[in-house]
């Protein structure tokens, strides 16, 4: 039955976060930064190299600042990557080298979970750059605003970022910038974390469950389905 043996289990799993839970690790009292990257392309650091970073800083479930910044990748960006990003090489050739923009980038998101659509590759993507650029490995915990979304909206045809916000009415403004992509990212988390909390999910350990598992717990399910029937979803 998933995470969970039964539903006993399920309601003492609740009961238990909501009061005896460390406070640090309920998701309503976390803080998040919600990055996005543009990049030169896929491969990780040093063969492509970041261009852009945003961000948006979530406190008590509201967005209480943000970070954008240019990086001058010291390499050619490819056509196609102009073509979709519209960032050229002289709109970053005086931009911050690398090492300076994440030393910023660590600060802003100090003591925070980090979030993003695909955080597989964004987090890898910076980890690999701060290692080759300043010797530092971060090692945040970190929640995948996509993977959740395939978990509690598992209802859709495709997950696309595009697609889960149109669904959910959420304007994506600038698209494939790293602000614009970022802040609307931090919208939909926030949706999500308010469903994980519908469904009985209260603590950082367990959406990250969650956001692993194959399947929802059959309770989870339930829940979800019932929140769908009353167009809460």
Excluded: W
């Amino acid at each position: 039955m998933g995470i969970y043996s039964s539903i006993e289990d399920f309601l003492k799993k609740i009961i238990y976060h909501v009061k005896n839970h460390k406070r640090f690790d309920l998701l309503s009292e976390l803080e998040y930064t919600v990055v996005d990257l543009e990049t030169t392309g896929f491969n990780l650091p040093p063969l492509d190299r970041i261009i852009e970073i945003g961000a948006v800083r979530i406190k008590n479930l509201q967005v209480v600042d943000e970070y954008s910044t240019l990086v001058n990748p010291l390499k050619p960006i490819p056509p196609i990557v102009t073509e979709i990003t519209h960032i050229t090489n002289e709109d970053v050739k005086n931009a911050k080298k690398i090492g300076r923009a994440l030393k910023e980038f660590f600060k802003f998101s100090a003591n925070s979970v980090i979030v993003a659509y695909n955080v597989s590759f964004d987090f890898e993507f910076i980890i690999e750059a701060a290692r080759h650029s300043i010797g530092y490995i971060p090692k945040e915990n970190t929640l995948c605003a996509f993977e959740l979304s395939k978990r509690l909206l598992y209802f859709l045809d495709r997950y696309d970022l595009d697609f889960v916000c149109d669904y959910l009415n959420i304007t994506i403004e600038n698209r494939h910038r790293a602000l614009g992509d970022a802040r609307a990212t931090a919208r939909l988390f926030i949706f999500l974390i308010d469903l994980l909390k519908k469904v009985g999910i209260y603590s950082y350990d367990d959406a990250k469950i969650i956001e692993l598992s194959n399947t929802l717990p059959k309770e989870v399910r339930k829940l979800l389905e019932h929140y769908r029937r009353l167009a809460v979803i």
